[in-house]
């Protein structure tokens, strides 16, 4: 039986070669492009937690 935690803090510049949402632009809106971020240094980026479980039996 297995149980990891797992948090992941990406910054603005950690976008998923454009892909993710890295923050939030002067409108207010959801951008990928790492320099439309409105937000001080250190304050964009995508944080997440991630709970796994895992059980195995053997015969």
């Known amino acids: 039986m297995a149980l990891n935690y797992q948090y992941v803090n ?12 890295v923050g939030l632009d002067a409108a207010g809106n959801p951008t990928k ?5 409105a937000a001080p240094d250190g304050e964009a980026g995508v944080n997440y937690h991630m709970l796994l479980a895992r059980f195995q039996i053997a015969f």
């Open 10 to 21: 990406n910054d603005r510049y950690a976008n998923g070669k454009g892909k993710l949402y």
């Open 33 to 37: 492009d790492f320099t439309q971020v």
